[in-house]
């Protein structure tokens, strides 16, 4: 078989690969299942499209979003592979299925909900089956922000197929997600490979909101390249485009879904030429979309989590220069966010709410806001960056070791397995059936925090989360890690930002 980075270079035109690339692309060459965690633009479809074009046979790939899917299909056809796709959109059902059985075919595209009917097995049965490529893998896990019940019936699908090596492809995942993955479709523990999360040209900075159309235009004027603003609404983006191209003079255009196909297509394909342009948009804008020289990408108001803050502000500074990724934030969009939360279905509210409670650690720290991106997603990066805006600027600090030595000390004496609510009861000394029957009022540490001070827990409890310091139990109880120890005995002193320490005591949080 031809070598890999010949046949990188003869179809794909590229000298060498990046980052994990490689080691993807020879496990899957040896039929080692694999599961590849990729930020996106890591150039995660090169994983199975090479080995696709190397190995006899045809690999399958599942894909959840038929529009991906085609612009999938050109840009392999376009480098000479035979790829085709089953879906209600393809005429060519005939050809391609022939295409398949003569094993003339290099990739076969279907979405998950075809790829788990009983006919679709007999249709593999016909042809040869090199590779398994399942992509937005996430979608299998409960746990992801996006669950796909088809996704569960991929492995029995792929089960039937021993020869055939499976390579999921996911950009977002955390630990437990990861875990989920590898279990549920089959791949072992060994075989996951994560690539390096860091963008480090893009500089974090997240604002307190004040008036955001003027904010925004003095982001305008201090960054003329090409820019993303991400607002929530579909009446908030005409509302801000409008405002801001009056304001600023600079071409400003708005993308939703609510606007005609013809308008959209138009206004993409303006951004994507131009060296200016302001797009302000829904989150449907950006996915598929190659523009390398975005500036900034702002956010308007929150993201619906961190994964969704790490992808859009991902779509900035592709092309390796500097670029920046601003979110204004106000605490009436955690608000907001926790009334959508309690009208979801019972059984994901708990994986939400903690969605939730990590974007707030993000956007409340005081501390380097790179570290606690990357630490979210399992690396261990040094604590500080030099560029976001906490390291550039540290927040004015507000000395609280003393309340977190107190803190920390209930949850010891409570038997680190209760939740916030329980400690806090203890510390501010209220007594009721729960508290009494453990004789957790009888404690030293109870109503030891005075109503002024008691304020300061929850974003305490969030700092000491973020740190490491507190952790959450299996059950949503609250127990001792990382430095507690040190803090308990005062060889390490804790602090809180000014501007957190201000909006408790105004009742002003991100989240409750
Ligand atoms: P992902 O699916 O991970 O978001 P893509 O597969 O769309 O990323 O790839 C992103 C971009 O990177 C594409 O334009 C692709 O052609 C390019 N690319 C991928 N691998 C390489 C490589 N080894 N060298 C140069 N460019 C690459
Ligand atoms: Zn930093």
């Keep these: 078989m031809e070598d890999a980075r010949a046949a990188?270079?003869?179809?794909f035109g590229f000298d060498s690969f990046r980052g994990v690339q490689e080691q993807v692309v020879a496990r899957v060459l040896a039929g080692q299942s694999t599961l590849a965690v990729m930020?996106?633009?890591?150039?995660?479809?090169?994983?199975?499209?090479?080995?696709?074009?190397?190995?006899?046979?045809?690999?399958?790939?599942?894909?959840?979003l038929i529009a991906l899917m085609h612009d999938q299909l050109r840009?392999?056809?376009?480098?000479?592979?035979?790829?085709?796709?089953?879906?209600?959109?393809?005429?060519?059902?005939?050809?391609?299925?022939?295409?398949?059985?003569?094993?003339?075919?290099?990739?076969l595209y279907v979405a998950p909900e075809r790829a788990s009917q009983p006919g679709f097995r007999d249709l593999l049965n016909r042809g040869r089956v090199a590779l398994f490529a399942v992509d937005e893998a996430h979608c299998v896990s409960e746990w992801g922000h996006d669950f796909r019940p088809d996704y569960r019936?991929?492995?029995?699908?792929?089960?039937?197929?021993?020869?055939?090596?499976?390579?999921?492809?996911?950009?977002?995942?955390?630990?437990?997600?990861?875990?989920?993955?590898?279990?549920?479709?089959?791949?072992?523990?060994?075989?996951?490979?994560?690539?390096?999360?860091?963008?480090?040209?893009?500089?974090?900075?997240?604002?307190h909101r004040q008036s955001v159309p003027a904010q925004l235009a003095q982001l305008m004027e201090e960054e003329p390249g090409p820019g993303i603003i991400y607002a929530p609404t579909r009446r908030k983006v005409e509302e801000l485009a409008a405002q801001l191209e009056r304001q600023t003079g600079r071409e400003v255009r708005p993308y939703h879904a609510g606007l005609p196909v013809e308008v959209r297509a138009e206004n993409q394909a303006a951004f994507v030429a131009s060296e200016d342009m302001v797009m302000v948009a829904t989150i449907a804008f950006g996915m598929g979309i190659d523009k390398p020289d975005v500036r900034f990408v702002a956010h308007?108001?929150?993201?619906?989590?961190?994964?969704?803050?790490?992808?859009?502000?991902?779509?900035?500074?592709?092309?390796?220069?500097?670029?920046?990724a601003v979110m204004f934030w106000g605490a009436g969009d955690f608000v907001a966010a926790r009334q959508r939360v309690s009208e979801v279905e019972e059984a994901r509210q708990k994986g939400e709410h903690k969605r939730l409670a990590a974007l707030a650690a993000l956007v409340e720290t005081p501390a380097?806001?790179?570290?606690?991106?990357?630490?979210?997603?399992?690396e261990e990066p040094p604590p500080s960056c030099g560029n976001c805006d906490n390291c550039l600027d540290p927040p004015a600090m507000v000395d609280v070791t003393e309340l977190a030595r107190k803190l920390l000390s209930a949850v010891y004496r409570t038997g680190q397995s209760f939740g916030f609510g329980h400690v806090q009861k203890v510390l501010t000394g209220v007594s009721d059936e729960r508290v009494s029957a453990r004789g957790h009022d009888r404690l030293s540490v109870f109503?030891?925090?005075?109503?002024?001070?008691?304020?300061?827990?929850?974003?305490?409890?969030?700092?000491?989360?973020?740190r490491g310091a507190l952790v959450a139990t299996e059950h949503g109880g609250l127990a001792l890690g990382g430095d507690?120890?040190?803090?308990?005995?005062?060889?390490?002193?804790?602090?809180?930002?000014?501007?957190?320490?201000?909006?408790?005591?105004?009742?002003?949080?991100?989240?409750?």
């Design 484 to 512: 507690a120890r040190k803090i308990l005995k005062g060889e390490r002193p804790v602090a809180l930002a000014r501007s957190a320490e201000r909006a408790a005591r105004k009742g002003r949080r991100a989240a409750g």
């Design 447 to 466: 109503g030891i925090v005075g109503a002024d001070e008691a304020r300061l827990l929850q974003p305490l409890v969030r700092s000491l989360q973020a």
């Design 8 to 11: 990188l270079r003869r179809i």
């Design 300 to 324: 308007a108001g929150i993201p619906k989590s961190i994964e969704a803050y790490y992808q859009e502000t991902g779509r900035a500074g592709r092309d390796g220069d500097p670029a920046l």
């Design 75 to 107: 840009s392999a056809r376009a480098n000479g592979i035979a790829a085709a796709a089953l879906t209600s959109a393809d005429a060519d059902w005939r050809e391609t299925v022939d295409a398949f059985c003569n094993g003339a075919l290099d990739l």
């Design 368 to 378: 380097c806001r790179r570290a606690l991106l990357l630490r979210h997603f399992g």
């Design 153 to 207: 019936l991929l492995r029995p699908l792929m089960d039937g197929f021993p020869g055939a090596a499976r390579l999921a492809l996911t950009a977002t995942a955390d630990a437990h997600t990861r875990a989920d993955i590898l279990e549920q479709l089959g791949i072992p523990q060994e075989g996951m490979v994560v690539a390096g999360f860091d963008r480090p040209n893009i500089r974090y900075a997240i604002r």
């Design 39 to 64: 930020p996106t633009g890591a150039g995660k479809s090169l994983t199975y499209q090479l080995p696709a074009a190397l190995l006899p046979g045809t690999c399958v790939v599942i894909s959840p």
